[in-house]
């Protein structure tokens, strides 16, 4: 073989184009990415120079289609059942703050009149109270976080900043929040069954008030035959006095204010107890699926996406 029939040939390998990178007829490679990313460059013909060579800038995505991927990484179930929480909180130690106070000033007054019959009674009123206090500002600090791991596994789950990826140590803080908001779920049916005792307790007080009212009993002797005796509640001891109140006197505890201000109270403190409820069963369905599907993701051989 001649000098020139090896150089033909070496000239024939060096021109021949690589796997993999387009051939100069098949027109200029794809930008690169530090391109991409300066748009803004862009002429008004939507075009930009390059290496010498005019390109198409790439179509960047308007205002309705961002607004559409923000709102899909939006965890709706807990947004929801944050809302309802610090609802059903809110009223639950607003309205029951009230409606305990009120509660001792009856008691003071009408049916236990001397003070140290009913001093343990206010001690255990005063420090709900201030359990309340703080029933209020954990449960205030525990809806915010709780709404920012559902962002965090919502954004994970749908993959909207990128490829999936979690660690160890994030699917242990969702299994934490799993349990320990079953505990709280289990521990607000014990305060809403609670808070339905003093609804049973002033609704029994208030229809023995209707019946003394009825015109069957009114002006009738038997109308001071009718009574009340709050020690049967346990609340107050037997040795109080008087600790029962009958006829036209408790007709007149019941048209006192408040009465029927911490009657009323209490029952939307009851209602705001099972808003919370319902609040934090939306919460375990929303933190046991997403942790679900992360702890089903990480896995190696996981090839299907929810």
């Given at each position: 073989m001649g000098?020139?029939?090896?150089?033909?040939?070496a000239t024939a390998t060096v021109s021949r184009p690589r796997p993999g990178r387009a051939r100069p007829s098949e027109g200029p490679a794809p930008p690169p990415l530090r391109w991409r990313l300066l748009g803004h460059l862009c002429?008004?013909?939507?075009?930009?120079?390059?290496g010498g060579a005019r390109r198409r800038c790439p179509e960047r995505p308007g205002c309705f289609e961002c607004c559409i991927k923000c709102l899909g990484g939006v965890p709706y179930a807990s947004l929801v059942a944050t809302i309802l929480c610090f609802s059903g909180v809110a009223l639950f130690c607003g309205c029951g703050h009230v409606a305990l106070a009120g509660t001792v000033?009856?008691?003071?007054q009408h049916f236990s009149t001397n003070a140290s019959d009913h001093a343990l009674l206010s001690e255990v009123i005063q420090l709900m109270q201030y359990v309340i206090y703080g029933i209020a500002s954990f449960f205030f600090l525990y809806g915010i976080i709780l709404l920012?791991?559902?962002?965090?596994?919502?954004?994970?789950?749908?993959?909207l900043h990128g490829e999936f990826k979690t660690t160890a140590c994030g699917r242990c803080i969702s299994g934490m929040f799993v349990f320990l908001t079953y505990v709280l779920g289990v521990a607000w049916l014990g305060v809403f069954g609670f808070s339905a005792v003093p609804v049973f307790m002033f609704y029994n007080i208030w229809s023995t008030c209707e019946v003394i009212k009825s015109p069957q009993t009114n002006g009738t002797t038997g109308v001071e035959q009718i009574c009340v005796d709050i020690r049967q509640y346990g609340i107050i001891p037997w040795n109080a006095f008087p600790g029962k109140i009958c006829g036209s006197a408790l007709e007149n505890i019941c048209n006192t204010n408040e009465f029927y201000m911490s009657y009323h109270l209490f029952i939307v403190a009851c209602a705001g107890a099972g808003a919370t409820v319902i609040a934090l069963l939306i919460y375990m369905m929303a933190t046991t699926y997403n942790y679900a599907v992360l702890k089903f993701k990480s896995r190696e051989d996981c090839c299907t996406k929810f």
């Open positions: 000098k020139r029939a090896r150089w033909l040939r002429d008004e013909a939507g075009t930009l120079e390059v000033a009856i008691l003071e920012a791991e559902g962002f965090y596994t919502t954004s994970a789950v749908k993959e």
